[in-house]
């Protein structure tokens, strides 16, 4: 078989991460980068001149109307990245992305189009970085009837809330340490007031309990406004605060309790122990219980893993289907009920959590 052929879509942290791994002396085998596109392609392609028998261009067309059997999205965004992703479907090529926004708003559309086309979109690098829980959900555990899903989604917002714990420093401090090691944006607001993690969250619903949500409708709590006194304060109960993404189904009654907040957790949980731009999740079946993964949830070189891990899958089995979603609403989409303040939402999802399986999770 020739090797799959591979254009890039955006050479930014993420793709710059993705050429490295596919172009250096011990490159995947069977993968072979032929073109980048990017609207600073020019600029860029003068800083690598050394990378030999790629094709630089500015040009969307050069990428989608080329050779390419499988287009990569590293651009991020909603527009143009989803146009993009549906033009190289229709072109007939697969198509790996890293763009949770993309995937939480036309997620279910675009993979009707691939299954229609007979190309595959996999999407692996858009939750949890190397954490492979797309595959948990929808591959590993599909056996099972899932429940409820925990985790943090969400590597800028646990570097920095995991950095005021360890130093006992003031958010503002903690974010501009993320900032200078890479891990939060200029402006990290889409993190820590919980958006990045709901659009995560709003897709494993989609995957895990076959419910079609929109990151709107989850309920999110920011965690702008926690601080130090809020973190010493779990520090008293052995506890430390992380940002936990929430989703239970109850599918007797059709209802859906889905919640982005900063949580108390017990510090030696598995979300507790999740330090840095770490991710982690427990996933609950009705038959195999919890199962939890955990891992770089963020960075360049941690999420290209994911997108090579797609392209892997898509080398070995090319004619595969990724089955399209087939998503109904819920009937009904609860958010924090009683929880009135972020004082009490510590001690109520604190003292419900540990009863319910925080406490085994140590
Ligand atoms: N960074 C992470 O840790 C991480 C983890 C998981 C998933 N992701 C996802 O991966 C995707 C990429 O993230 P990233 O961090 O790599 O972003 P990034 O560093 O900003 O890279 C995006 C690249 O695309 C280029 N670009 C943007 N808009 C373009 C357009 N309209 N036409 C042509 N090129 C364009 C940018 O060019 P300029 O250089 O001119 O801006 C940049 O090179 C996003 O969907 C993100 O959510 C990122």
Redesign the pocket.
Known sequence: MSPLRIAL?????????VVHRLTRADAVRDLTLTRI?????DV?RRAHADLRGVAWT?R?EDALCSDADVIV?????LE??SGWIQDALRAGKSVV??????IARDGECLLRLAARQGRQLRFE?????AMPIVRAVADGLAGDRLTRIVAILN?TTNAVLSRMDATRCAIDDAIRDAQRRG?AEQDPCLDLDGD?ARAKLAILCGLAFGLRVTPEEIAARSAASVTSADVEAARRDGATIRQLACASHDAADSTLTAWVAPVAVPRHSIFGRATG?QNAALITGAHAGEIGVSGA????D??AV?VISDLLAIARDRAAIVPALILKPPKCIRGFGEIADFRIQISDCESRMSDSFLAEAV
């Open positions: 879509l955006g050479y930014g942290t993420v793709g710059s991460s596109f990017d609207r600073r392609a860029k500015t969307i999205e590293t651009i991020g965004g143009p990245a992305t890293a763009n949770k926004q993309v690098a858009a939750i949890g970085g590597g891990y990045d731009p949830g963020a960075g360049g941690a999420t994911a």
